[in-house]
C-alpha cells in the first residue's frame, strides 16, 4: 500500500450562509484546498463528497459540484456516515490512492442545513437511527439522543451540568480565535446553565448550532507529495466502527462503543499511543460527547473525562489540547463538512498554522480526528502526522 | 462572506414535497395484533434461543428464519431517560415529553415514553410498567408508566 499525505487543505467561514448555494460554497474549500496544493485540476482523477443530505434542494450533490468546480470525468460519489460523512469521504479517497488507483484524489464535505426551517432539520436528523422503533411514535431528536446518555453518565460518575458546561466554555473560547468558527464569543458557564432546556439535562449551549459549510483536502501518494510539497501531512492510520441503529440495542450509556472501537483500530494501525497524540479533534456534537470521546479515546480512564475538563488538561498547556478550532459546538456543524474540517485543523496544527493563541505545541508530531456519525452509529479515528 | 446577514436574496422554491411511508410490517404483524390485546411479545429464535426486541423474523446471531413468539411480561426497570423540551417538526401538535429506555428482566431494552410521572420524579432504577396505546390516526403503540406499589 502506497503512503498518502494530506497536501492541500481548504475551509469556508461556517455559519448561517444564506449568500451561497450548495456549488458555491463547496467551491470556496476546493479552491483553497487545490491552491494550497499547487496542483492542476487535471491531476485529480477521483473526488469523493462527504454529505448527508436531505436539507438541501439538490439530490446528487456530488455532480452538482464537481460540475461547478470544474472537475470533469473525475470518478466520483457521494459518501454518507451520517455526521461522520467527512472522515468516510476522507477514507475512501485515501484508499484510492493507498492503493494506486489514483495518484491524487480529493475529498470534499460540503452541508447547507439552513435551507429548510429549524424544525424541519431537528426532524431529519432525529429520524438519524431507527425510524421505525425509535422515531415514528417518539419524536426522538438528536439532543435526545445523547441526553440519554449524559443522564446514565451524570447517574454513573457524578459527572455534573457544570462539567459539562466548561466544555462549551473552552469550544466558545478557542471558536472566538478561529475566523472560520460560525460562534465568535466567549461564553460563561452561567450562560450555559441558564439556556434553555432543549432535552434536559442537555441545554442550548450543550448543543452544536445548525451549520452550513464545506471543507476540502486534497490527499497525494509519496511521490506527488514529495514534489508538492516539504510539509507533507501523512495519513497514518484509520480505524472506523459502527453500533446498532436502536439506541435500545446498546449495552450500556456512558461511552460509544464504536468510538472505542474505531480507536483501537486507528492506533494499530498508526503504531501509536493515546500518549503521543499532541493534538486532537474530538466529536463534541454535545458538550458530554466530548467527555466521552477523551474516555472513549483512552486520553482518561472511563468516568473520568469530566476530571479532565475541570483541570483544564484539554486546553492549551494540558495534557492533551483537543479541539482548539472550537470544535463542532463553536465552529459549527455542517453534518458532512466536519469530518474534513477536522482533517483540515489538525493539518493546520501539525504543520504550525493553527494560528495565533490557538496553535497546540507539536511534540511528537501526532494529530488525531475522532468524528462519529449519528448517536455512536458510526465511528471514524484518524491518525496524521507530520515529519518524514 | 457576511454571516448571519438577513437580507441575502433567496429563491423560495415553489416546489414542495411531502413524504410519507407505508411501511411493510407483515413478517412481525404478531406484535403489533398482540399489542392491541395488551400483550408484549418479542421474537426468539427457535434454532438458538436469541431473543430479539424490536422483534425480527430472521434471526441476526444464527440467520435462521425459524422463530416463535414469547411474552416478555410487563415490568421494566428505567435504565436512562430525557426529557423533550424542543420537539420535531411532525410532533408540533405533541407536548413535550419524556424518553425513557427500560429493560426488560430477560435483559431486552425498549426505547418508549414515560407518562404518568413529572420528569424531575423519574430515577434510574425505578420500576416502569408498558401498557398499550392507540394514537388518534388508530395506529398502536406502547408507552412506559411507573408501576404502582406493590
Known amino acids: 500500500m502506497n503512503r498518502v499525505a494530506i497536501v492541500g487543505a481548504g475551509h469556508s467561514k461556517f455559519g448561517k450562509r444564506k449568500d451561497v448555494n450548495l456549488a458555491e460554497l463547496a467551491f470556496e474549500s476546493i479552491k483553497q484546498a487545490v491552491t494550497d496544493a499547487g496542483i492542476e485540476r487535471k491531476e485529480i482523477k477521483n473526488v469523493v463528497v462527504g454529505s448527508a443530505g436531505g436539507w438541501y434542494e439538490e439530490a446528487l450533490p ?47 464535505g460540503v452541508e447547507k442545513m439552513t435551507e429548510v426551517d429549524t424544525m424541519t432539520s431537528v426532524e431529519l436528523i432525529g429520524r438519524a437511527g431507527s425510524y421505525m422503533w425509535e422515531f415514528e411514535n417518539y419524536g426522538m431528536t438528536f ?48 450562560k450555559v446553565l441558564s439556556s434553555q432546556v432543549v432535552a434536559w439535562p442537555l441545554k442550548l449551549y450543550d ?33 472506523y466502527s459502527s453500533d446498532s441503529a436502536n439506541l435500545s440495542k446498546r449495552d450500556d450509556y ?8 474505531a480507536g483501537k483500530r486507528a492506533y494499530q494501525a498508526a503504531k501509536v499511543t493515546p500518549r503521543q497524540v499532541d493534538v486532537a479533534t474530538c466529536h463534541d456534537c454535545f458538550t458530554i460527547a466530548e467527555i466521552m470521546a477523551y474516555e ?33 459546538k463553536a465552529k459549527g456543524h455542517p453534518i458532512g463538512a466536519t469530518g474534513v474540517s477536522m482533517m483540515v485543523e489538525i493539518t493546520k496544527q501539525l504543520r504550525g498554522e493553527a494560528g495565533r493563541n490557538r496553535q497546540a505545541p507539536i511534540k511528537n508530531g501526532i494529530g488525531l480526528v475522532h468524528n462519529v456519525g449519528g448517536t455512536g452509529h458510526y465511528a471514524y479515528v484518524t491518525v496524521l502526522s507530520r515529519g518524514a | 462572506m457576511q454571516e448571519e446577514k438577513q437580507q441575502q436574496p433567496t429563491l423560495h422554491s415553489r416546489r414542495s ?82 424518553i425513557a429506555i427500560g429493560e426488560f428482566a430477560n435483559g431486552i431494552k425498549v426505547l418508549a415514553w414515560l407518562e404518568g410521572v413529572p420528569v424531575e420524579r423519574a430515577k434510574v432504577g425505578m420500576k416502569l410498567t408498558v401498557e398499550a396505546r392507540r394514537s388518534s390516526e388508530g395506529n398502536p403503540y406502547y408507552v412506559f408508566v411507573p408501576s404502582l406499589p406493590s
Open chain 1, 296 to 328: 472513549d479515546l483512552g486520553f482518561c480512564e472511563k468516568g473520568e473525562g469530566a476530571r479532565l475538563v475541570r483541570e483544564g488538561q484539554t486546553e492549551i498547556g494540558g495534557k492533551i489540547p483537543v479541539n482548539l478550532d472550537g470544535g463542532l
Open chain 1, 207 to 239: 448543543a452544536c448550532p445548525l451549520t452550513d459549510g464545506s471543507a476540502a483536502v486534497v490527499l497525494a501518494n509519496e511521490e506527488v507529495a514529495r514534489r508538492l510539497t516539504d510539509t507533507p501531512v501523512w495519513i497514518k492510520g484509520i480505524g
Open chain 1, 143 to 190: 439532543p435526545a439522543y445523547y441526553a440519554l446518555y449524559a443522564v446514565s453518565h451524570m447517574n454513573r460518575f457524578k459527572t455534573t451540568e457544570e462539567d459539562m458546561a466548561r466544555v462549551a466554555v473552552k469550544a466558545h473560547h478557542y471558536g472566538s480565535l478561529n475566523p472560520n468558527a460560525q460562534f465568535q464569543k466567549e461564553i460563561t458557564v452561567e
Open chain 1, 62 to 108: 456530488a455532480v452538482v459540484v464537481n460540475e461547478y468546480a470544474g472537475l470533469r470525468s473525475v470518478g466520483t460519489m457521494r459518501v454518507e456516515a451520517a455526521c461522520a460523512s467527512g472522515s468516510a469521504a476522507v477514507k475512501v479517497a485515501h484508499d484510492s490512492v493507498a492503493t494506486g488507483e489514483s495518484d491524487v484524489a480529493l475529498a470534499v
Open chain 2, 17 to 98: 414535497l411531502t413524504l410519507r411511508f407505508d411501511i411493510p410490517i407483515s413478517r412481525t404483524h404478531e406484535f403489533w395484533d398482540a399489542l392491541g390485546e395488551g400483550r408484549f411479545l418479542t421474537t426468539r429464535c427457535t434454532a438458538c434461543g436469541n431473543e430479539s426486541f424490536p422483534p425480527q423474523a430472521d434471526c441476526p446471531r444464527c440467520m435462521s428464519d425459524r422463530f416463535e413468539w414469547v411474552d416478555i411480561g410487563r415490568e421494566a426497570r428505567l435504565v436512562t431517560y430525557t426529557y423533550v423540551q424542543v420537539t420535531p417538526a411532525s410532533f408540533v401538535n405533541d407536548d413535550p415529553y419524556t
Open chain 1, 254 to 261: 456512558v461511552g460509544l462503543t464504536a468510538s472505542v472501537e
